[in-house]
């Protein structure tokens, strides 16, 4: 199977199988021999998103973790702001949203972009045009109009990631930027325990770019990443205490996360009880956690990393 990133190299298949935290199935992974980039293969034709994923319709989490949650989101979208003052906004994969709301009210011209097959309560977004589309379907969005891309843990969701590429590209303006935030497979994180890793979520995650496959797929889109930066640093922060977390206790994967979730997420953990080992255990999964997040820090091998790119054209 040629690699769909860097479209160099072959895919050859890893040992170990790996298994998606929601409904136990199992997929593999298959590593390019040039970029090193891993792709998720298996049956993924069933819908393995729904309410045990997004949570419900007020939030994706327990009201106290949601307010946490957007407080993040809003710190996020003011620093979009104050970075690029863009006039036009288009996130891919905006979900419920917060961004573009806040983006939206500080005066952006402001569109979402969502796969066609999300919640009614997605598309019909109440604040915000939410566009619903179709793997490699044009969007319907005017060429060079936008001046601001974001997608943030959206990219490696898409099953066409080139496709994703050249039309951000189409619809960005000759000067426009994308800004790309997406989990490192390279990150130490990712290598302590792969199967384990919080930022893998197969099959949800279809690829899991290295730094070259990223580079390699935007030259062959005609663009290039211009600064690179950590990703969020709850993310970073939070992959570690879950990753650290899955790995002492087995057979519940994100139980912590399912638990701050609430609602239907954690309605479908089998094994509640197991939550108190995990709280017996946190005592030794923060130090452990804040050492392996510092690690990544001086190293730059962060959980999740953010990409500013722009055209070369
Ligand atoms: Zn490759």
């Not at 709280?279 to 050492?291: A, N």
Request: aromatic share 12%; net charge negative; charged share 20%.
């Amino acid at each position: 199977m040629k690699c769909k990133i860097c479209d160099k190299g072959h895919l050859k298949h890893l040992d170990s199988a790996v298994k998606d935290y929601i409904s136990s199935d199992e997929f593999e992974l298959w590593r390019c021999d040039k970029c090193s980039s891993l792709q998720t293969v298996g049956d993924i034709q069933a819908d393995y998103y729904g309410q045990a994923y997004y949570g419900s319709p007020d939030g994706k989490f327990s009201p106290l973790t949601e307010k946490v949650f957007r407080f993040f989101h809003s710190l996020k979208a003011r620093k979009f702001y104050r970075k690029f003052q863009p006039e036009s906004v288009l996130e891919v994969g905006c979900g419920r949203g917060y961004i573009l709301a806040i983006l939206s009210k500080l005066g952006c011209k402001v569109v979402g972009i969502e796969s066609a097959g999300a919640a009614d309560w997605i598309l019909n977004n109440p604040d915000i045009k939410v566009h619903g589309v179709v793997d490699g379907e044009l969007w319907p969005v005017e060429a060079q109009s936008v001046e601001l891309v974001i997608i943030w843990h959206v990219f490696e969701h898409v099953t066409e990631p080139f496709e994703v590429l050249l039309e951000m590209k189409r619809i960005l303006t000759a000067d426009g930027a994308i800004c790309m935030s997406i989990p490192n497979v390279e990150s130490y994180q990712s290598r302590l325990s792969l199967p384990n890793w919080f930022h893998l979520d197969v099959p949800r995650h279809h690829f899991h770019f290295t730094q070259t496959g990223i580079e390699e797929i935007l030259g062959r889109a005609g663009m290039k990443v211009v600064r690179q930066e950590a990703g969020d640093f709850t993310q970073n922060l939070y992959g570690w205490f879950q990753t650290l977390s899955n790995m002492m206790i087995p057979g519940e994967n994100n139980l912590m996360y399912r638990f701050l979730q609430g609602g239907t997420p954690w309605k479908s953990v089998n094994q509640k009880s197991l939550i108190i080992l995990n709280f017996i255990l946190l005592p030794v999964i923060v130090p452990l956690g804040l050492l392996g997040f510092s690690l990544e820090l001086i190293t730059g091998k962060h959980g999740t990393v953010t990409y500013y790119i722009q055209s070369t054209e």
